[in-house]
């Protein structure tokens, strides 16, 4: 996927660090790193630092073990992204464990400054017993944790919808009352409608025989226009993974704009405290991919400029 040049850095290789190149696959409609490609170059890196560990996914199917995201939360950089081609530097290590949930960061970065930094939160499924393994007893004996840090540590709450979803109109749907089609931009707060249905197909399943992390993200960004997604320039997205959907799953999207605050930033700024439900203004929409039965397969909040 990309060329590069690993690094393993801190004792025990706590940390890894990657000099590498933006791919073509991995750049969105404007050629340059896309918001889905963050997520899935996320998970990638985890994947490469878990190997190096002797804890990644192919080792832990073996012994009925599974690795399990619980959510995401990654802060971009509208003014910094990457075009294909163009050297980035990649760095993940974890945190510190506790007991049957374990943090990840991660930070994308190039000359010009931070690109976007993120936190994952992890588990592992022990199949064999039917329940969460214990996560301090896979790392290694001799593992010493860094203690380095992100401008944030926590993950906002993502909002569930319920009730609301039976009396949801369609968006993109014209009616007399709505002659033209209603964009989710041009939503008014507290508004919930349905931003569209995702059919789960054979590319999304993963290993574990249900819908890879990295394509519910990607499923709910495509259920935006290019246009939208220009005007929105996301600066944060929190992904909520709740229920496995398998292939051949219909998946409705609600979408609310929640709420909009003054002085948006336009760039995670490296090194400073920024609260997880309260961001420095932006507009706040909480999205999506639910169930027939009304049950959530997947959360997300967007926060754009």
Request: some cysteine; proline content about 6%.
């Amino acid at each position: 996927m990309f060329s590069m040049e690993i690094t393993d850095t801190g004792i025990g290789c706590n940390k890894l660090k990657i000099n590498t190149t933006v791919l073509y696959g991995s750049t969105d409609y404007s050629g340059r790193l896309g918001t889905y490609d963050t997520f899935k170059e996320f998970m990638e890196l985890a994947g490469i630092h878990a190997k190096k560990l002797n804890m990644a996914q192919d080792e832990f199917m073996a012994r009925g073990l599974f690795w399990l995201t619980v959510r995401t939360r990654i802060c971009f950089n509208p003014d910094n992204k990457p075009g294909m081609g163009s050297p980035v530097v990649e760095e993940t290590w974890p945190v510190k464990p506790l007991s049957h949930k374990a943090n990840r960061y991660y930070r994308i970065s190039n000359s010009a400054g931070l690109v976007a930094e993120g936190i994952t939160e992890w588990a592992v499924m022990n199949f064999s017993e039917g329940r969460l393994a214990n996560i301090p007893a896979l790392f290694p004996p001799d593992m010493v944790y860094s203690d380095e840090t992100l401008s944030f540590s926590d993950f906002p709450t993502v909002r569930v919808f319920r009730d609301e979803l039976s009396g949801a109109k369609a968006l993109r749907e014209s009616s007399p009352d709505t002659p033209d089609d209603i964009g989710p931009l041009e939503l008014d707060a507290g508004d919930i409608r349905i931003l569209g249905t995702y059919n789960v197909s054979s590319s999304d399943i993963d290993a574990g025989q249900h819908m890879n992390n990295a394509a519910y993200v990607r499923a709910i960004l495509g259920l935006f226009t290019v246009d939208e997604l220009k005007k929105m320039r996301i600066r944060e997205m929190t992904a909520v993974f709740k229920k496995s959907a398998h292939e051949g799953d219909v998946l409705t999207a609600p979408i609310c704009r929640e709420s909009e605050a003054e002085g948006a930033p336009t760039q995670p700024a490296a090194g400073a405290s920024q609260s997880a439900e309260n961001p420095a203004g932006g507009r706040v929409f909480t999205t999506g991919l639910y169930f027939t039965d009304g049950s959530p397969a997947f959360l997300a909040r967007i926060i754009t400029e």
